[in-house]
C-alpha cells in the first residue's frame, strides 16, 4: 500500500478535498508588517486604546479651547456626574452587545424602575429599600421577558426590545398615571432614595456617590467579564453561537442570564437616576436607549458581538461628555454637539470594521 | 436493515454504537438509516464522499443534532444527547469539522471552552475567578505535544492564527479532555504535512492509551495508514465495512463512490 497510489476508478474524489482544503501549509514566518499594519494589530488586541486616546486629546483639544473654565477640578466632576447614569446603563448595553443582540429597551426599564420605587416608597408608604428591591425586581423582570422572546421564540433582539421598549413605556405611564414624584417628598419620606446625590468635596471638586457607585460598578462588570467562566461564555455566545454551542456552552442560558442582569442594572440606573434629578419623572431618561449604544459604540464595542470592553463604554460615555461639556462652554450651539457626537460614531464603527479585517 | 454487520472479528461489545439513524432537513436526507459501530480501542476511520452524511453522523453521535429516529448506544446502554454537552460529560470529545473555536477569544480560552478550571479557595468558589496560569500553562503543554508551538502567544486570539493552526488548537483541544472516545472530523484537512504526521502520531498515542477514535478523513493514505477499520458511507448510510489490510485503497475508493459493489462479507446494509 504505497502512499502515493493513485485510485484507477475515481481520482477526482479522492482530490475533491485538496479543493475545499487550504492549500497553505501553516507557516509561522511573517514578513515584517508595514506601520500601518502594526497599528492595526497592536489596537486589534488593546480595543480600548482608542477611546482612551480621543478622550485624552478631546480633554487636551477643550482645555486649549475652552481655557480657564473648562480644566478645573470641578468642572470634571460634574461631567463625571453627567455620564454616571450612561455609564451604568452603558453596562446593560454593553453585556447585550457583546451577545450580537442590542437592548433598545433599557431607557424604559430604568424609567419603571424608577417609578416603582418612587411611587412605592412614597406614595404607598413602603419602606423604602424594600421599595428598591422590588424596583430591581421589576427590572430583572422586564429582562426576562427580553430574554424570553429573544431565546424562546428565537425573534431578533433588536425587534424585541423594541417593542418592549413601547410596551414597558405605556406601562410605566399608567403606572405612574404620568405624575412625576416631587423631589421634595421623595426627600422627606424616602430620602434614601437620593443616596447616590450625596457628594464628597474634594477642592473644588464634588464627588457624588453615584459617580464612586459608577466605577465600582464599572470594576464589577470588567471583573466578571475578563475574570470568570460567565465573561468568556458571553463573549463567545456573541462571537459565533453555533460554534460556543458545539464547544459545550448553554447558549439560550447565557443570552437569558445577560438580559436579566441587564434589567437588574438598569435599575440600579433607575435608583441613581432617581438620586441625580431628585425627583421621579414617568418622561425623564428618554434619552438614554440611544445615548448608552453610543457610549458603548464610541468605546470600541462591536455591533457584531463577541469583542468589545465594558472599560471602552466608560470612556465612550466620558468622551460624550466631555464634546458636550467642552463644546458648551466654548459657546457653541447646541446642535453642534449632536452633530459631533454623530460624527464620534461613524468614525467609531469604521475603525471597527477596520480592525475587523485583521483576521481576514 | 440493520442486520449484524460481519465484519473483521472482534470480541468485544462496541463502546459506541447507532442503529438505523435518520436525519432529514427539509427535502435533504442527509442521513438515511445509518449505522455505526465503534470498538473499544480501535481506530475507526469513516470516508465517503462529499456530502455522504459523514458530518451528520458524527453530530448526530455526540448530540450537536438530534436524529429524527434512531438509537444511539454507549457502553451498551440507549443514551439520548439533547446538546454536545452530554456527550461531552461522559468523555466523547469532537473536533468537528468547523472547528467549533471562538474567533475572538483566545488560544487558551477555547481550549477551556464550557469548563474553565478556577483558582482554589474563595475567590474562585465565590468569586468565580478562572485560573488563568494554570489556564495558559496546560494550554501551552496541549500545544507543544502537537508540535504546535511556534506559536508564540498563547493568549493571541484564534481568529489570528492560520488555518492549520486553528485545527491544532480544535485537536488538542479534543485529545486533552477525551477520556472514553475520541472523534475527528477531517482533523488534517487544513494541515501541512509535518503537522498532518504530528496529528497521525497524536491518533496513535491516543489508542496507545486505550482511547477508541473515530478519523473521517478523505485523504486515503492517512487512513490507511492508522485505521483499523474502514467504515465507508455512502448516500447517508453505511454502505461496508472493511479491513485496511486485505483491501486495496482504488477499491476502498471505487466502492465508496459506488464504482465497485461492496465484498460480500462486508456489506453493510
Ligand atoms: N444544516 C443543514 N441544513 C440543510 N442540509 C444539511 C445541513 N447539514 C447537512 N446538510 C445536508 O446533508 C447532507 C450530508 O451532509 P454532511 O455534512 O453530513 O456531509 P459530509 O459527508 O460530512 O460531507 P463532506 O465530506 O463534504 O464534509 C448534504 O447533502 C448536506 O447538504
Ligand atoms: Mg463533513
Known amino acids: 500500500m504505497s502512499a502515493n497510489e493513485t485510485p484507477p476508478r475515481a481520482p477526482a474524489d479522492f482530490e475533491k478535498v485538496a479543493i475545499g482544503a487550504q492549500a497553505t501549509v501553516a507557516t509561522f514566518k511573517e514578513e515584517t508588517p508595514s506601520l500601518l499594519k502594526r497599528i492595526q494589530h497592536l489596537l486589534h488586541v488593546h480595543p480600548t486604546a482608542i477611546p482612551a486616546l480621543v478622550l485624552v486629546l478631546s480633554v487636551a483639544v477643550f482645555a486649549m479651547a475652552g481655557g480657564q473654565r473648562f480644566l478645573t477640578a470641578f468642572n470634571l466632576s460634574v461631567?463625571?456626574?453627567?455620564?454616571?447614569?450612561?455609564?451604568?446603563?452603558?453596562?446593560?448595553?454593553?453585556?447585550?452587545?457583546?451577545?450580537?443582540?442590542?437592548?433598545?429597551?433599557?431607557?424604559?426599564?430604568?424609567?419603571?424602575?424608577?417609578?416603582?420605587?418612587?411611587?412605592?416608597?412614597?406614595?404607598?408608604?413602603?419602606?423604602?429599600?424594600?421599595?428598591?428591591?422590588?424596583?430591581?425586581?421589576?427590572?430583572?423582570?422586564?429582562?426576562?421577558?427580553?430574554?424570553?422572546?429573544?431565546?424562546?421564540?428565537?425573534?431578533?433582539?433588536?425587534?424585541?426590545?423594541?417593542?418592549?421598549?413601547?410596551?414597558?413605556?405605556?406601562?410605566?405611564?399608567?403606572?405612574?398615571?404620568?405624575?412625576?414624584?416631587?423631589?421634595?417628598?421623595?426627600?422627606?419620606?424616602?430620602?434614601?432614595?437620593?443616596?447616590?446625590?450625596?457628594?464628597?468635596?474634594?477642592?473644588?471638586?464634588?464627588?457624588?456617590?453615584?459617580?464612586?457607585?459608577m466605577v465600582i460598578a464599572i470594576a464589577l462588570f470588567w471583573y466578571l467579564l475578563s475574570m470568570t467562566a460567565w465573561g468568556r461564555h458571553v463573549h463567545a455566545v456573541g462571537d459565533d453561537p453555533e460554534a460556543a454551542r458545539l464547544a459545550g456552552i448553554r447558549v439560550e442560558r447565557v443570552l437569558m442570564s445577560v438580559y436579566i442582569v441587564a434589567g437588574i442594572v438598569c435599575a440600579f440606573a433607575a435608583w441613581m437616576m432617581i438620586s441625580r434629578y431628585g425627583s421621579a419623572s414617568p418622561q425623564s431618561g428618554q434619552t438614554s436607549n440611544l445615548d448608552s449604544i453610543t457610549a458603548v459604540v464610541i468605546g470600541g464595542t462591536s455591533l457584531f458581538g463577541g469583542r468589545g470592553s465594558i472599560v471602552g463604554t466608560l470612556l465612550g460615555a466620558l468622551i460624550v461628555g466631555v464634546f458636550r461639556n467642552g463644546l458648551a462652554l466654548s459657546g457653541v450651539n447646541v446642535l453642534w454637539q449632536d452633530f459631533a457626537v454623530g460624527a464620534l460614531i461613524i468614525v467609531a464603527v469604521a475603525l471597527d470594521q477596520w480592525l475587523r479585517r485583521v483576521s481576514q | 436493515?440493520?442486520?449484524?454487520?460481519?465484519?473483521?472479528?472482534?470480541?468485544?461489545?462496541?463502546?459506541?454504537?447507532?442503529?438505523?439513524?435518520?436525519?432529514?432537513?427539509?427535502?435533504?436526507?442527509?442521513?438515511?438509516?445509518?449505522?455505526?459501530?465503534?470498538?473499544?480501542?480501535?481506530?475507526?476511520?469513516?470516508?465517503?464522499?462529499?456530502?455522504?452524511?459523514?458530518?451528520?453522523?458524527?453530530?448526530?453521535?455526540?448530540?450537536?443534532?438530534?436524529?429524527?429516529?434512531?438509537?444511539?448506544?454507549?457502553?451498551?446502554?440507549?443514551?439520548?444527547?439533547?446538546?454536545?454537552i452530554d456527550a461531552r460529560r461522559i468523555g466523547i470529545e469532537t473536533v468537528y469539522q468547523n472547528l467549533a473555536l471562538s474567533p475572538?477569544?483566545?488560544?487558551?480560552?477555547?481550549?477551556?471552552?464550557?469548563?474553565?478550571?478556577?483558582?482554589?479557595?474563595?475567590?474562585?468558589?465565590?468569586?468565580?475567578?478562572?485560573?488563568?496560569?494554570?489556564?495558559?500553562?496546560?494550554?501551552?503543554?496541549?500545544?507543544?505535544?502537537?508540535?504546535?508551538?511556534?506559536?508564540?502567544n498563547i493568549d493571541q486570539p484564534v481568529e489570528t492564527l492560520s488555518g492549520?493552526?486553528?485545527?491544532?488548537?480544535?485537536?488538542?483541544?479534543?485529545?486533552?479532555?477525551?477520556?472514553?472516545?475520541?472523534i475527528m472530523d477531517e482533523p488534517?484537512?487544513?494541515?501541512?504535512?509535518?503537522?498532518?504526521?504530528?496529528?497521525?502520531?497524536?491518533?496513535?498515542?491516543?489508542?496507545?492509551?486505550?482511547?477508541?477514535?473515530?478519523?473521517?478523513?478523505?485523504?486515503?493514505?492517512?487512513?490507511?495508514?492508522?485505521?483499523?477499520?474502514?467504515?465507508?458511507?455512502?448516500?447517508?448510510?453505511?454502505h461496508a465495512v472493511v479491513d485496511p489490510r486485505a483491501i486495496t485503497m482504488s477499491d476502498a475508493v471505487a466502492i465508496m463512490t459506488g464504482a465497485m459493489a461492496p465484498p460480500g462479507e462486508a456489506r453493510a446494509a
Open chain 2, 104 to 152: 475572538a477569544l483566545s488560544i487558551a480560552d477555547n481550549l477551556f471552552l464550557g469548563r474553565e478550571p478556577r483558582v482554589a479557595g474563595p475567590l474562585g468558589t465565590l468569586l468565580g475567578m478562572l485560573d488563568r496560569p494554570r489556564m495558559r500553562r496546560e494550554a501551552r503543554a496541549a500545544l507543544s505535544s502537537l508540535g504546535l508551538m511556534t506559536i508564540q
Open chain 1, 79 to 213: 461631567v463625571l456626574q453627567q455620564v454616571t447614569i450612561i455609564a451604568v446603563i452603558g453596562i446593560a448595553q454593553t453585556i447585550v452587545v457583546l451577545t450580537a443582540g442590542i437592548d433598545l429597551s433599557v431607557g424604559a426599564i430604568a424609567v419603571l424602575a424608577s417609578m416603582v420605587m418612587g411611587k412605592l416608597a412614597v406614595t404607598a408608604g413602603v419602606p423604602t429599600p424594600l421599595a428598591i428591591l422590588i424596583g430591581v425586581a421589576v427590572g430583572a423582570a422586564c429582562g426576562a421577558v427580553n430574554g424570553i422572546l429573544v431565546t424562546r421564540f428565537r425573534l431578533p433582539p433588536f425587534i424585541v426590545t423594541l417593542g418592549t421598549w413601547y410596551m414597558v413605556f405605556a406601562l410605566n405611564l399608567w403606572y405612574s398615571d404620568s405624575e412625576t414624584i416631587r423631589s421634595q417628598d421623595i426627600g422627606e419620606t424616602a430620602p434614601l432614595l437620593q443616596f447616590f446625590a450625596t457628594a464628597i468635596p474634594i477642592g473644588d471638586a464634588r464627588l457624588t456617590y453615584g459617580s464612586i457607585a
Open chain 2, 164 to 182: 492549520g493552526q486553528r485545527q491544532g488548537v480544535a485537536i488538542a483541544r479534543a485529545a486533552a479532555f477525551g477520556s472514553r472516545v475520541v
Open chain 2, 1 to 84: 436493515m440493520s442486520t449484524p454487520v460481519p465484519q473483521v472479528p472482534v470480541s468485544q461489545a462496541p463502546i459506541l454504537e447507532a442503529r438505523g439513524l435518520v436525519k432529514r432537513y427539509g427535502r435533504v436526507t442527509a442521513l438515511d438509516h445509518a449505522d455505526f459501530d465503534l470498538m473499544p480501542g480501535e481506530i475507526l476511520a469513516v470516508i465517503g464522499d462529499n456530502g455522504a452524511g459523514k458530518s451528520s453522523l458524527i453530530k448526530a453521535l455526540t448530540g450537536a443534532i438530534r436524529p429524527d429516529h434512531g438509537t444511539i448506544l454507549f457502553d451498551g446502554q440507549p443514551v439520548s444527547f439533547d446538546s454536545p
Open chain 2, 188 to 238: 488534517t484537512a487544513a494541515l501541512g504535512v509535518k503537522e498532518s504526521r504530528k496529528v497521525l502520531e497524536l491518533i496513535l498515542d491516543v489508542r496507545a492509551k486505550g482511547l477508541p477514535i473515530v478519523l473521517i478523513s478523505h485523504n486515503m493514505p492517512h487512513v490507511f495508514e492508522v485505521a483499523d477499520r474502514i467504515h465507508i458511507h455512502r448516500l447517508g448510510r453505511r
